[in-house]
């Protein structure tokens, strides 16, 4: 399941929100998601993605800015990890 479908599921879910209504361009505040519904859309996304979630993401406005913001986390963490595994994997030696 792609990002997007993640955080649609847990918005219809948790929000009984329409799917459909869920644009790239959709205003969460439009949809009912209130800035204390953000604050918990946050937690229940780090759970979902296991991610620590920087308090930034409360202040985005629609649910495209959520998606692409989770996806640059999520790429931002599996490019450290891919990091720390090569320097693991290939240990320089030592003079």
């Known amino acids: 399941m792609t990002t997007i479908d993640r955080i ?4 219809v879910k948790d929000y009984k929100l329409d799917p459909d209504k869920l644009t790239d361009d959709a205003r969460l505040e439009d949809l009912g998601v209130d800035s204390l519904g953000m604050a918990e859309l946050v937690f229940n996304i780090e ?3 296991g991610l620590t ?3 930034v993401a409360t202040t985005l406005t629609t649910f495209g800015e959520v998606v692409r913001f989770i996806d640059d986390l999520i790429a931002a963490r599996d490019a450290q990890a891919g990091s720390s ?5 290939n240990p320089q030696p030592t003079p």
Request: charged letters at 35%.
């Open 8 to 11: 649609r599921t847990l918005l």
């Open 47 to 49: 759970d979902e993605f």
């Open 53 to 55: 979630v920087p308090d």
């Open 85 to 89: 595994m090569t320097m693991t994997e």
